[in-house]
């Protein structure tokens, strides 16, 4: 995911994950502020809108929950 790359200036990292990598607690780059600037940056680049209600850690547990969630909001 090049916003993750993008956002947690991961340097090139994002390339070797998969949908079953871990985000929360194993990026230490991902703190809350850069969960914020990763939801910003995911609702610019797809067109879609997340309530508040709609994320929480579970939705960043890994790659995969986080995909899954994008793609919830684009179909």
Known sequence: ?????????????????????????????LDSMAVVGVIG????????FFDDDEIDGQTFATVGSLVDAVRAKVS
Do not use: C, K
């Not at 200036?9 to 230490?28: E, I, K």
């Not at 940056?41 to 879609?48: D, P, S």
């Open 41 to 48: 940056a995911l609702e610019e680049r797809f067109e879609i």
């Open 1 to 29: 995911m090049s916003i993750l790359d993008e956002i947690l200036s991961l340097q090139g990292r994002s390339a070797a994950m998969t949908a079953d990598s871990p985000l929360l607690g194993a990026v230490p780059e």
